[in-house]
């Protein structure tokens, strides 16, 4: 996780090995891979595996690697700095509460995510939910809950009493589950608390106008869910907004658990 923060390196791979098909005759393989890609061959071939994925097999046998695509290219980080970052997380007194703590755990799974994402609209929307993976639920005044209280009695009293027909029954059951659902603050006020309380207590001047931006954020979100698109500059400022806020709330959240 360090590694990530630090290095935008996502640890996440494929690291289960594929299964190795062995041929029944080996020189008849290598005739045949020659025949097929009009290339020499030299010696036996025992099986084959596809280059992009893990193999594991015997030393003695051997093996060719297949490999196809569209041409690519990659940005590498210099060995030295990522053992360096993976050091220096490493060394932390409690590094190893972190797999403790579930909800900081998805939150980085879906950071992570952000970086190999394809499209503006999934890398958004991937950063937001990293926020609403760490928020957590705070119960609205006691005014309100007693409202709330009321208006599910009287949904309770309406299925218990009338005769109803299925829509009505449905409705006004998810109506008392939603009901339920509202005896805590909204998702959006969620991510301000969240913002606004951990930046404070890393004592960032910012915190103020930093949870004021995510409760934009959030507001974006819900269009692009709702209505399918935002303006393509809105969608890159919020991405732009969004990646290094959700960054320093992980740095400060990682930094209070591991120290």
């Known amino acids: 996780m360090w590694l990530l923060l630090n290095r935008e390196l996502s640890t996440t791979s494929i690291l289960e090995p594929q299964p190795v098909a062995y041929a029944e005759d080996p020189n008849k393989a290598a005739e045949n891979l020659s025949k097929n890609f009009g290339l020499p061959i030299d010696g036996p071939v025992d099986g084959l595996i596809d280059g992009s994925r893990p193999a594991v097999y015997p030393t003695s046998k051997r093996l060719r690697t297949l490999t196809a695509g569209d041409v690519s290219f990659k940005l590498t980080t210099p060995r030295t700095s990522a053992l360096a970052a993976l050091a220096e997380g490493s060394s932390f007194p409690r590094s190893d509460q972190l797999i403790r703590d579930d909800k900081?755990?998805?939150?980085?799974?879906?950071?992570?995510?952000?970086?190999?994402?394809?499209?503006n609209n999934a890398r958004f929307l991937t950063l937001v939910m990293s926020l609403e993976a760490m928020a957590i639920g705070t119960a609205?005044?006691?005014?309100?809950?007693?409202?709330?209280?009321?208006?599910?009695?009287?949904?309770?009293?309406?299925?218990?009493?009338?005769?109803?027909?299925?829509?009505?029954?449905?409705?006004?059951?998810?109506?008392?589950?939603?009901?339920?659902?509202?005896?805590?603050?909204?998702?959006?006020?969620?991510?301000y608390n969240l913002v606004l309380s951990t930046l404070q207590s890393a004592n960032d001047a910012d915190a103020e106008r930093l949870a004021q931006r995510a409760k934009r954020l959030y507001d974006l979100r819900s269009e692009l869910v709702h209505e399918g698109r935002l303006p393509e500059e809105t969608l890159t400022m919020a991405v732009s907004d969004a990646k290094p806020l959700v960054q320093r709330l992980l740095r400060v959240r990682y930094l209070a658990c591991v120290s």
């Open 140 to 191: 609205r005044p006691t005014l309100v809950l007693e409202l709330l209280d009321s208006w599910k009695k009287q949904v309770e009293q309406i299925l218990s009493e009338r005769q109803l027909s299925p829509e009505e029954v449905a409705s006004l059951e998810s109506l008392n589950r939603e009901l339920l659902f509202r005896r805590e603050d909204s998702i959006r006020r969620q991510i």
């Open 104 to 119: 900081l755990r998805v939150a980085f799974e879906l950071y992570g995510a952000y970086f190999t994402e394809s499209s």
